[in-house]
Nanobody, 124 residues
């Protein structure tokens, strides 16, 4: 059984920063790609960032490119999302997810385990 637990969400002013962290259980964490998704109020869940099993390949949604950075520590079974220059439109519930294999993917349907989500609110 894989469990993912996100932390680090909160309320921040526009232009500020937050760092989200996702702690994963299970000994096979390092074999899988990981991703971050978000769901703004009243909207569909959308891709934010993904990272390969090794951490060498990363992918970002155009809306966050240059502002967000995804990273992972396979020794600690964690994946982080550093969010800088936050905008009100970044307000959403952010979810950590484990990919179905080692290759990162932008489709939420390619992820098989999800965390419970953490709220990020950016005020203008």
């Amino acid at each position: 059984q894989v469990q993912l637990v996100e932390s680090g969400g909160g309320l921040v002013q526009a232009g500020g920063s937050l760092r989200l962290s996702c702690a994963a259980s299970g000994r096979t964490f390092s074999s899988y790609a990981m991703g971050w998704f978000r769901q703004p109020p009243g909207k569909e869940r959308e891709f934010v960032a993904a990272i390969s099993w090794s951490g060498l390949s990363t992918y970002y949604a155009d809306s966050v490119k240059g502002r967000f950075t995804i990273s992972r520590d396979n020794a600690k079974n964690t994946v982080d999302l550093q969010m800088n220059s936050l905008k009100p439109e970044d307000t959403a519930v952010y979810y950590c997810a484990r990919g179905g294999d080692a290759v990162p993917n932008v489709s939420r349907y390619q992820y098989d385990y999800w965390g419970q989500g953490t709220q990020v609110t950016v005020s203008s």
